[in-house]
């Protein structure tokens, strides 16, 4: 936790906004976060289709893209341990003014496409240990071999998410049919990874997806992976 916390005061010395040495955790300032981050950081409900729901932290601003971007780009790096607390525990707060977090069973977070990408493995530990639910770390993406033959480069990178293999028997244990779970991602864009994942764990009680980011489909901004 002190080297975690170390790595970030040294990798982010100023505010992502104005420049300023008085970062917090939040990466910001205190007077750049209330004018540009707290506006912006209600937990808001997005309907992803008819049976399935979302809510996020952050919404992203089109205007604002450049210094969100600049966020998403350090919080996925391995120095910014204590941003991730701060927003986890904020959302957890925010969420359990929205949902019953009692009728919550699992919290299980989507894979990245790199097995280097462990920012929503790292989001969903510390709303587990905010929201006190355990963790089922069951879900992985990927694409096999003759897969990746016979597509071409931008096909490649839309991998698969299915059930670790080590979880396929005994998926039945869980109680997941019985079960109402928080599926956790970082942003939310289309909504695939999770329907995805949904369709991965097969039938549950309830599935719910909880983002940091809600960031529109038709942006331009490059994110990093």
């Not at 983002?211 to 942006?219: E, G, Q, V």
């Amino acid at each position: 936790m002190q080297m975690q916390s170390l790595k970030q005061y040294l990798y982010n010395p100023i505010c992502l906004s104005c420049g300023s040495f008085f970062v917090n955790n939040h990466l910001f300032c205190n007077d750049c976060y209330q004018k540009k981050i707290a506006p912006i950081s209600e937990m808001k409900m997005k309907q992803l289709t008819e049976k399935f729901e979302s809510y996020f932290l952050l919404n992203w601003i089109p205007f604002e893209s450049d210094m969100l971007s600049e966020m998403v780009y350090r919080m996925k790096s391995d120095k910014c341990f204590g941003a991730w607390m701060y927003y986890a525990e904020k959302a957890a707060d925010e969420l359990a003014e929205n949902l019953n977090i009692e009728q919550i069973d699992y919290i299980i977070p989507i894979p990245g496409s790199k097995k280097t990408s462990v920012h929503s493995h790292i989001f969903a530990q510390l709303l587990g240990r905010a929201l006190r639910k355990p963790i089922l770390d069951i879900l992985v993406k990927t694409q096999t071999i003759g897969e990746q033959k016979r597509k071409n480069k931008t096909e490649r990178l839309n991998k698969t998410i299915r059930l670790h293999e080590q979880f396929t028997r005994n998926l039945n244990l869980l109680g997941l049919a019985r079960s109402h779970v928080l599926v956790v991602d970082d942003i939310l864009t289309t909504g695939s990874s999770f329907i995805q994942s949904v369709e991965a764990l097969g039938p549950v009680r309830k599935a719910t997806l909880l983002t940091l980011f809600h960031r529109t489909a038709n942006s331009n901004t490059v994110l990093v992976s």
